[in-house]
């Protein structure tokens, strides 16, 4: 994958920005975090919202390496739109009395709420509703 000539955190980085460039988002408000597991290296892209500061699952990809990973997020973040579906989800958290909507692509609606309640536990959020979003 990697040339002889190819620096991987050189080209890591570079990939990180071009993810970065495509979804229109500062690096301050996105997470790469890398696991390896069975060999392979799991690339979960968390998006971070300034606006109700909350984490949410953008995407996961499954790759050879690290920088197999960052380029299957890379073709993914290049052609999602065209390809999942947009669902709006109105939320509050626990003990705040303030309405959040959020908005996410996806396969279908259970996988947009995977996506609101990645790496936290279910009771800390009570989803009102979630919309499948009309096609512009």
């Not at 990180?16 to 495509?22: A, D, L, V």
């Not at 998006?47 to 299957?72: E, Y």
């Not at 947009?112 to 800390?124: H, S």
């Amino acid at each position: 994958m990697t040339g002889a000539g190819t620096d991987i955190h050189v080209e890591s980085i570079k990939l990180q920005r071009e993810i970065e460039s495509h979804l229109s988002i500062k690096g301050s408000e996105l997470s790469f975090e890398f696991q390896q597991s069975e060999g392979k290296t799991k690339l979960d892209l968390i998006t971070i919202s300034p606006r109700h500061n909350q984490s949410f699952l953008f995407q996961s990809v499954l790759g050879i390496d690290k920088l197999d990973a960052l380029r299957k997020m890379l073709d993914y973040v290049k052609s999602y739109k065209d390809k999942y579906q947009s669902y709006t989800v109105q939320w509050i958290a626990k003990g705040e009395k303030e309405l959040h909507t959020s908005y996410f692509r996806a396969g279908n609606m259970y996988d947009a709420l995977d996506k609101l309640y990645y790496g936290r536990d279910i009771n800390t959020i009570t989803v009102f509703s979630i919309v499948l979003n009309p096609v512009a």
